[in-house]
Every structure is written in C-alpha cells, then in structure tokens.
C-alpha cells in the first residue's frame, strides 16, 4: 500500500524533512547509485517522499516551507539509471587530482579504481576489516548490498600504505564530497563509474570474468566458486587475476 511504501522510504532516507536539502537528497541519490539500487527503485523512494511532502504543504502541515526540496533534486529513472563507465582519459586525469586528495577522498577514490568497489562498501569499512599484513579489506555481513556482496578482497600496495597510516577515528568522506571532486575532471564521472571501469579492463585484459564478478561481490554459481576460490574465498587468487589490470591502471595513474 502507499502507506506501508512511504514507510519503507521514510526508514531508509538519511536525513530528516529540515535537512532535506536539494544537495542533501542528490547525495542520497549518489549513495543509492552505488549501492546498486536500479533507477526505478530510486525514482520510486524519492517520489513516494516528495508526494509526501506536497501533501503536508498542501494540507497547512508545513506551512514554514516554501518549495518542496525534491523538485529540486533529478531524481528520474533515466537520469538514475545512467551511470557512466570510466574510460582510460579518466584514469589518466586522476594523475593530476589524487595529491590534492585528503586522505580520507584519496584512499576511498583508489579502493574504488583499483578494486570497483561500491562507495558504501568503503565508508562503512573500519580499522578492524583491514588486514594490512595480508593486504586485504573484508566487506563484512550487515555492510554489504546483499549475502553475495560479502567478501574479502585485495588490495594493491600502494593504498595498503596509505591506509597504514590514516586516522579511521576521522572517518571518511562522503560520496558527495568525492563525486564533486571526480566531476571537476569530468562532469559525467562518479565513485561508480570506476565499478564498471573495472569490468571493463577485466574484459580487455582477458581476466576470466568469473574473477571480476568475484571482486565486485556479484553472485556466483557453485562451479564459478569452486573454480575460482576451491574451498573458500582467496583472495591472493584474485591478487594474481588482476595483475594485468592494476599494472594498466599503474600506468595511468601513477607514471
């Protein structure tokens, strides 16, 4: 029913009706992008909530506000559907953006290039989900999109040393403040654009692509599983799959 749909909306928005600015729900709408909801699924959220709204100023209950802030915010299925897939002249351009990154940007920013991460999978990581000794980030149950999603993943040395010595009592930033700095290189570019990057140099790199649904936490049948991981998960056999991967995007970004 409308109600019980409102219900779920109003569960799973971030923010509370002062707060909803146009800014405040167009980062909402980057943070459901990356978790992987469909543009449907977001277009129906915001909708159900900015009718919402309009009824409650239509009625005298919010007699204070002068626009309903999702008007504001383009929220429409294409629009959120749209992801763009970065190409090899983005890569190339992160050259000159990553040292005027704040770690907490930086270090999300490389886990995303170099391992296609969601961007939530990263900001609800903690000091305890990375074993540095082993260079790897575990995306634990309850913080990933679904049971699938859960996994352990390697990383390349050079973040393993930044996440050395950065300060996880700070936090990281928001997928607001990163997608602002990716767009200053291109307009269309965003935390998630890297996601599909990956797959994409996985395909030109002939990387099996049982090893990239592994890394980007899709679902695997049985035979993919044993084939890729044997008995559990391994990710030193994803760190040997990507190698090609990560030597192109070493060659991009850091020459």
Known sequence: SWHRNVGIALKHCPFELAEATPEAIREWIDQMQDSGLTG???NSKCSLLSGLVSKCMKSGLLRGMAMNPFDAADYSAGEAQHIYTAIEQDY???YSLLPKLLDRQLIPVLIQVYCGTRI?????????DFDLDRGTMQVAVGTAKNKASVRTIPLPLNVVRLLRQFPFENGWGTASQINIRLKSLNPELTTHSFRHG???????NRVDPAHIEALLGHRLSISQMSN???QGYD?????RALSSVWKQIDSWVLD
């Open 40 to 42: 449907l699924t977001i």
């Open 92 to 94: 190339r351009d992160l």
């Open 120 to 128: 939530s999978e990263v900001r609800n990581r903690k000091r305890e």
């Open 198 to 204: 990956i797959t994409d140099l996985g395909r030109s």
């Open 228 to 230: 890729v991981y044997g």
């Open 235 to 239: 990710p030193e056999t994803l760190r």
